[in-house]
């Protein structure tokens, strides 16, 4: 039987590079891969075709390369990269490109990497967290959000995956343990004591592939997932664990978290606002056990850092 092709953004990044060899590295899998790049020459995109993916360039910017890059594709995973140009208008305009192009491809099943429209909880006159770039309450959350009705509207099959804190941000985002002025390790967040849903980005990819792997039950559905749920003293015990020295979590205001001048501090400040502030709701689109059934390897915080702790930088 012909195996099926999933066309996958971002396949050199994070969350596609999971899900890449989440199906490369399974021998009977339904599915094959094509990896779509603005880089097909890179280190990276030569990794993926050594590991027998087929490589396609595109720009989430040109539609037209995007229909090209899924013509034929059963399947095509979704993710913007807002990080790397800080412009929600542009990651919405995107995603409008991604579903303008699956639709036209006729794709089956397209599943859209995304979050919640913050907005829709804490709308734009509401202050109790800043207003940004005048239209976004976490732009990062927003654009993304923006974006759902987009799927929807067109009438892409679509499965919405909202995911999680990666515990990655710990090696290559600047999260990790850092020392106070006591020379005790420290992570910060304004969490309160609120629990922060999170996962290894590995384990994103393979709950994507458990998706695809379901055929159409997640069809025009919402699914959220998660490793874990912890507030930031459990993470912070998690560490003390892992690293064999004390680490403590420190809470600090999310105004002030807002103000540590970092590119990208205002919307993450407001983030961990709005993930404490609306913890209930947040942690219930996060379904843990869900999570393992779709991806029954999914790892616990404890797993990821037993894995990972030599490659977190510690400052």
Request: charged share 25%.
């Amino acid at each position: 039987m012909e195996k099926k092709t999933i066309a996958v953004l971002g396949a050199t990044g994070a969350q596609g590079g999971s899900l890449a060899y989440a199906i490369l590295n399974d021998k009977n899998s339904p599915f094959k891969v094509r990896a779509i790049t603005r880089k097909p020459d890179s280190d990276k995109a030569k990794d993926l075709i050594n590991s027998g993916a087929d490589v396609i360039a595109a720009d989430l910017d040109n539609k037209d390369s995007l229909k090209k890059a899924f013509k034929g594709a059963y399947g095509v995973f979704a993710v913007t990269n807002f990080w790397e140009h800080f412009s929600p208008q542009k990651e919405t305009n995107q995603a409008k490109n991604i579903a303008i192009a699956a639709k036209e491809a006729g794709v089956k099943h397209l599943i859209w990497s995304s979050f919640e429209d913050t907005r829709e909880k804490v709308p734009l006159n509401d202050d109790r967290m800043p207003t940004l770039l005048d239209h976004y309450k976490v732009p990062h959350f927003d654009s993304k959000g923006e974006a759902n009705k987009i799927f929807m509207e067109l009438g892409v099959p679509t499965t919405l995956l909202f995911t999680s804190f990666y515990w990655d941000n710990f090696i290559y985002f600047g999260m990790g343990p850092k020392k106070g002025q006591d020379g005790v390790l420290g992570i910060t967040m304004p969490m309160r004591d609120k629990k922060l849903p999170g996962m290894a980005v590995e384990d994103i990819g393979k709950c994507a592939y458990g998706i695809f792997k379901a055929g159409d039950t997640y069809i025009n559905k919402t699914v959220g997932i998660a490793g874990e749920h912890l507030t930031g003293a459990q993470m912070a015990e998690g560490f003390s664990k892992a690293l064999g020295q004390k680490v403590v979590y420190n809470d600090v205001p999310a105004e002030m978290y807002r103000g540590f001048g970092f590119p990208g501090a205002e919307d993450l400040g407001n983030m961990f606002q709005y993930k404490a502030d609306f913890n209930k709701e947040y942690c219930g689109a996060r379904n843990l056990d869900e999570s393992r059934v779709l991806n029954p390897s999914l790892k616990t915080f404890e797993a990821w850092l037993t894995a990972n702790k030599g490659r977190i930088p510690l400052e």
